[in-house]
């Protein structure tokens, strides 16, 4: 539903990442950076970005700035 009409149910939703010790090695992910920004706001706007920069996915259509873990990778576009 457009924002103007969606229900919070649908505007505030829990976001939930866990990443192995394996992952975060070879995709220079640092935990320590996103638990210090685990209160940031995010919405289901940011999901489809965070995937395709945590996959490192190379698409016109991906936003970094809506990529929540992209500040806490090596490999951040």
């Known amino acids: ?18 990443f192995s010790k394996s992952y975060s090695k070879l995709f220079g992910v640092t935990t320590a950076c996103l638990e210090s920004r685990a209160a940031d706001a995010a919405s289901h706007d940011n999901l489809f970005h965070t995937v395709l920069g945590l996959m490192d996915v190379k698409a016109a259509h991906y ?15």
Do not use: G, I
């Not at 457009?2 to 505030?12: G, N």
């Not at 936003?63 to 576009?77: G, I, M």
């Open 1 to 18: 539903m457009p924002y103007l009409f969606a229900p919070s149910e649908q505007t505030h939703v829990p976001f939930v990442m866990w």
């Open 63 to 77: 936003d970094p700035a809506l990529d929540v873990t992209a500040k806490c990778r090596a490999s951040s576009n």
